[in-house]
């Protein structure tokens, strides 16, 4: 089983920006597919972004789109999501996960984590 801890979070001031990692450990494969998600205070866990193994397919969620990107370095089985431009509805605690595809809707295949909170003040 693949254990994911996520790092980086904080408290920034809206149009802030903020690098999250999560690094993998465990039974880990440098061809799964990795995503970030978030939840809300109040609210379910959404879909963020995903990469693909190779780091050429990558979506993310209409919000998101020309402010967050999502990267990866299989050599030390983390990956990233620089987030920029930040608005006070990013807050939110924001998880990594391997999934069995790219797309938003793809079976999420590993343990959730802790989380990192990001915090967002307008």
């Known amino acids: 089983q693949v254990q994911l801890v996520e790092t980086g979070g904080g408290l920034v001031q809206a149009g802030g920006s903020l690098r999250l990692s999560c690094a993998a450990s465990?039974?880990?494969?440098?061809?799964?597919?990795k995503g970030w998600f978030r939840q809300a205070p109040g609210k379910g866990r959404e879909f963020v972004a995903s990469?693909?193994?190779?780091?050429?397919?990558?979506y993310y969620a209409d919000f998101v789109k020309g402010r967050f990107t999502i990267s990866r370095d299989n050599a030390k089985n983390t990956v990233f999501l620089q987030m920029n431009s930040l608005k006070p509805e990013d807050t939110a605690v924001y998880y990594c996960?391997?999934?069995?595809?790219?797309?938003?809707?793809?079976?999420?295949?590993?343990?959730w984590g802790q989380g990192t909170r990001v915090t967002v003040s307008s």
């Open positions: 996960a391997a999934l069995a595809g790219v797309f938003p809707d793809s079976r999420v295949i590993s343990s």
């Open positions: 465990g039974r880990t494969f440098s061809t799964d597919v």
């Open positions: 990469i693909s193994w190779t780091g050429f397919s990558t």
